[in-house]
């Protein structure tokens, strides 16, 4: 019968990954933070996935977003503060990666990504060293068009669903497209059938949605902390476990 026995591990406290690097081991981080995480859409769910990655240790992102910080994301974005108001989203982000980690490399894109502009954005040479693709938007087209991108380039993805008007971050779960109900993932699976898309992994509420508690003329989607952030952060893990394949 064989013993496992766990090497002493003497921590350098300079390293800002030492904890880690105790949890998973030199092997595994080394492995994960060289690969390359494209990241599209840094509201609430983007955002909250970006930081956890960067604190995770990986050094190598694509971000994607083309709007600016306005003072209504503050309550649910983690790029968004008092100082970064009217900044664009991605210079936003950017300025939080180094500040936690100075030796990133960041790539990125001020531009909303859409069907027409995708292939121009992510030509081949820049995607081609990416190993998974975050897709955190919410416009069906471009939707399809990144899971197009990472069918036909073998890269993997995951892809977040509606995550306002809800309150429970326990209500999240991991599944696949298909299983996913709701006006939105009708749509979707819609254009995902049409483009050949057969499967991909989503992050999702079973939560209802929750009714405004004002009238709401303009159908803004009322968001709070809790959910996109939880999505965020799962989001993370589950990219994360799998560069490590835990």
């Known amino acids: 019968m064989s013993t496992v026995v766990c090497e ?9 990954f030492a904890r880690e690097k105790l949890l998973i081991g030199e092997e595994r981080f080394n492995e994960a933070v060289k690969k390359c995480v494209l990241i599209a859409g840094l509201g609430g769910v983007g955002g909250a996935c970006m930081q956890s990655l960067v604190r995770a240790g990986i050094h190598n992102f694509i971000l994607i977003d083309g709007d600016v910080v306005e003072p209504t994301n503050i309550n649910r974005q983690m790029i968004a503060n008092q100082n970064t108001i009217a900044m664009r ?14 030796s990133a490399k960041v790539h990125a ?4 990504i859409s069907k ?17 693709i975050v897709d955190a938007i ?10 197009l991108i990472a069918k036909k380039r073998g890269i993997n ?3 977040s669903m509606a995550t306002g008007k809800r309150l429970d971050p326990a209500k999240l779960t991991l599944g696949d497209v298909y299983d996913v109900k709701g006006a939105f993932a009708k749509k979707l699976k819609k254009a995902y059938r049409e ?11 079973t939560e209802p949605r929750i009714a405004d508690f004002y009238e709401n003329p303009e159908n803004k989607i009322s968001s709070i902390a809790f959910v996109p952030i939880a999505a965020g952060n799962l989001m993370a893990a589950t990219v994360f476990k799998k560069m490590i394949k835990m």
């Open 8 to 16: 002493e591990v003497i921590m350098d406290e300079g390293d800002i």
């Open 89 to 102: 989203k991605v210079d936003a982000a950017k300025e939080m990666i180094f500040t936690i980690n100075p």
């Open 109 to 112: 894109v001020d531009a909303i």
């Open 116 to 132: 027409d502009n995708i292939g121009e954005l992510l030509p081949s040479e820049t995607i081609k060293n990416v190993y998974y």
């Open 138 to 147: 919410d416009d069906i087209e471009a939707k399809t068009e990144l899971a």
């Open 157 to 159: 993805i995951i892809s």
């Open 195 to 205: 483009a050949g898309i057969d499967s991909e992994e989503v992050i999702y509420s």
